[in-house]
């Protein structure tokens, strides 16, 4: 992505963008909130700006890509800045014992912040394979199947108390419920995934046991998207996280057609450059 005349950024220096745009004006902005903003759209969702070759977008959402980081790697900043967000939301401290429900690639970048920001032990859930592989590659503590009782398994690794924290980010029918059962008393569940059906809660069992639900949406750009470019500059991050680039006319075949049959194991990037048919670069 270019730019004109944004402060601070030269023509033609490469920079990433957030997504969202806030007005700055509003009482949520005022707070630093501006993923809550009053007026917030997204690029590509609530207006243009999505699968184009240009977009204009507006100066206070772009940062500089640090030396040495690719376009591609780039654009990982921006989910990464929404998993930054999400790890900060869990309130997760160092020495904790967690469990992330979802290693797709909601939780792949909720897992990779979480490792970045925090000394914890982590607990990966997802069905056997490719994303659980991926997963220990990115430092979870250990990974289980989410075919067997996974309930069990994080009760017997905590001694019977529970996580202190659990992130529910598979968005699967029945795992917010069971996040539940997997926390601690008073510990805390950070709700990521967006389920098709409303979760059957217990709030008798949730107030007894003073359970603090939290929930997390998009990422505040000023907070979380240089420091997203930083770690993806930093190492091999964007190479693990990335699945692979195609060209906008292959976006249902080998995208949307891959996401709906779940053989998607990382992030798929769009290049309307590329020449159909060729793959990633």
């Not at 906008?248 to 057609?257: K, M, N, Q, R, T």
Request: hydrophobic share 45%; aromatic share 2%; with cysteine.
């Amino acid at each position: 992505m270019e730019t004109r005349s944004a402060p601070g950024i030269g023509v033609g220096q490469l920079v990433a963008a957030g997504a969202g745009v806030w007005c700055g004006a509003c009482d949520r902005c005022g707070q630093g909130r501006t993923n809550l903003c009053r007026r917030y759209y997204t690029l590509g969702l609530n207006a243009h700006g999505g699968l184009a070759e240009f977009v204009a977008a507006p100066a206070r959402m772009l940062r500089p890509v640090p030396e040495g980081l690719s376009a591609d790697g780039a654009a990982m900043a921006q989910p990464l800045a929404v998993g930054l967000h999400a790890a900060r939301q869990a309130g997760v401290r160092d020495g904790d014992r967690v469990v992330l429900i979802g290693a797709g690639a909601i939780g792949t970048f909720v897992l990779a912040a979480l490792t970045h920001l925090h000394a914890a032990e982590v607990t990966v859930i997802d069905v056997p394979g490719p994303k659980l592989a991926r997963a220990a590659e990115l430092g979870a503590t250990r990974t289980l199947s989410a075919l067997d009782d996974p309930g069990e398994a994080v009760l017997e690794a905590t001694h019977g108390l529970g996580a202190d924290v659990v992130i529910e980010a598979s968005g699967a029918a029945g795992q917010f419920e069971k996040a539940l059962d997997m926390v601690t008393a008073g510990g805390r569940v950070l709700a990521v995934g967006l389920p098709k059906e409303r979760p059957r809660v217990d709030l008798v069992a949730l107030t007894l046991r003073e359970i603090t639900v939290a929930s997390t949406v998009a990422h505040v750009c000023d907070r979380d998207l240089t420091p997203a470019l930083e770690i993806l500059a930093a190492g091999p991050l964007g190479d693990l996280l990335l699945d692979s680039v195609i060209a906008l006319e292959d976006l249902v075949a080998s995208g949307l057609a891959r996401l709906a049959d779940g053989t998607v194991t990382g992030k798929v990037l769009v290049d309307p450059a590329l020449r159909p048919g060729t793959g990633i670069r």
